[in-house]
């Protein structure tokens, strides 16, 4: 049995690769520690308010923090700290923190704490995501720093905490995937460079939301489900809430996810996703695991954000399936 933990592999990977600074390395290692934490949260979330006499302060007079919250300010706590980040961007806040200069490092990073939290209150998949981007000039970082397109991310990843707590990353060569073991508290090899396989098995869509959706994500979903044996159809149908749980799925068994553009809310016709949290940190695992990433007319990474909180139509997974949406989005024009 050959057993590799997530510190020992990134060394190695980044020792196989020439590179020598090793702060990248320790920065990774950084969110491994911090998914440990959240992980430990996770797992006793539900006990946390049962212990919590008020339902606000817990038996060591600590306030009982929802956990999203906790999330946040645990990673970008502990990452400000770390001298390794100049300026950190997060779903939960409104400005990036910017990191006095004194201790800060040569890399950003844009983070969705707690994804999925609709999921905390019933014990379903939720996760952690991360964008890693190099620093831009020299001097103060700014804003501007989290505002990049995706393509420059120098490392991506999300944790998932699921049945068992998962910590898959890529650094632009390939994708790893670590287990907890929680009896000695390490993050274990256990997906060694993953790739989508050969066909598609599953699509991940708020179905509900169909009577919202634009003529081509119609077209598209109704080819899904056409009955051809050849092409494996019609594929099976999984959405659990949570991205980095749909995406995971997808990834390892073979699927799309879809959060496309609607017209629900007529003021919002860009969909729910953010850029920067979320469809950039995935498009850039999906592109390494032989996928691709899509609004439907371009691809996420290359998208230049204007704003940290932006939101994009997000179809991403396999290449074939990815591509066909575009197709349909084609052929509407
Ligand atoms: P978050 O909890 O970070 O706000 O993200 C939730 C996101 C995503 O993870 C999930 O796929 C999607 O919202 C679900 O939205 P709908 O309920 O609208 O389908
Ligand atoms: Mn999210
Ligand atoms: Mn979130």
């Known amino acids: 049995m050959t057993l590799t933990?997530?510190?020992?592999?990134?060394?190695?990977?980044?020792?196989?690769?020439?590179?020598?600074?090793?702060?990248?390395?320790?920065?990774?290692?950084?969110?491994?520690?911090a998914a440990k934490v959240i992980s430990r949260e996770v797992r006793r979330a539900g006990l946390t308010n049962i212990i919590?006499?008020?339902?606000?302060?817990?038996?060591?007079?600590?306030?009982v923090q929802k956990l999203d919250i906790y999330a946040n300010d645990l990673l970008s706590g502990y990452l400000a700290k770390s001298g390794r980040v100049c300026a950190i961007g997060s779903e939960e806040l409104a400005k990036p923190i910017m990191v006095p200069e004194k201790q800060a490092g040569k890399y950003v990073v844009n983070l969705d704490p707690l994804d999925g939290s609709g999921n905390i209150a019933v014990n379903a998949s939720i996760g952690t995501i991360f964008s890693i981007l190099p620093k831009l000039g020299q001097g103060a970082a700014t804003e501007a720093d989290c505002l990049q397109p995706g393509r420059n991310q120098v490392a991506a990843g999300y944790v998932m905490y699921g049945s068992s707590t998962v910590f898959v990353?890529?650094?632009?060569?390939?994708?790893?995937?670590f287990t907890l073991d929680p009896t000695v508290g390490e993050f274990v090899l256990s997906h060694s460079r993953i790739r989508y396989p050969g066909h598609c098995k599953f699509y991940s869509i708020n179905e509900g939301y169909a009577s919202y959706w634009d003529e081509p994500t119609r077209r598209y979903i109704?080819?899904?489900?056409?009955?051809?044996p050849a092409s494996h159809r019609?594929?099976?149908h999984r959405y659990i809430g949570a991205m980095v749980a749909d995406f995971h799925r997808?990834?390892?068994?073979?699927?799309?996810?879809?959060?496309?553009?609607d017209n629900k809310d007529p003021q919002k016709t860009t969909g729910k996703l953010r850029l920067l949290f979320e469809a950039n940190p995935m498009?850039?695992?999906a592109e390494q695991a032989g996928g691709a990433a899509t609004t439907g007319t371009e691809r996420i990474l290359t998208i230049t954000p204007t704003d940290l909180h932006q939101r994009v139509p997000v179809i991403v997974g396999m290449a074939s399936e990815v591509e066909r949406y575009e197709n349909f989005v084609r052929q509407s024009h």
């Open 5 to 33: 933990t997530i510190e020992r592999h990134i060394v190695e990977e980044e020792r196989r690769h020439g590179l020598t600074s090793g702060t990248l390395t320790n920065l990774l290692y950084d969110i491994a520690v």
């Open 52 to 63: 919590g006499s008020t339902g606000d302060v817990n038996v060591q007079g600590e306030t």
């Open 169 to 177: 990353y890529s650094t632009g060569l390939g994708v790893y995937g």
């Open 222 to 228: 109704e080819w899904v489900k056409g009955i051809d």
């Open 234 to 236: 019609p594929y099976g």
């Open 250 to 261: 997808n990834m390892l068994e073979g699927g799309v996810f879809l959060y496309p553009r």
């Open 283 to 285: 498009a850039f695992l």
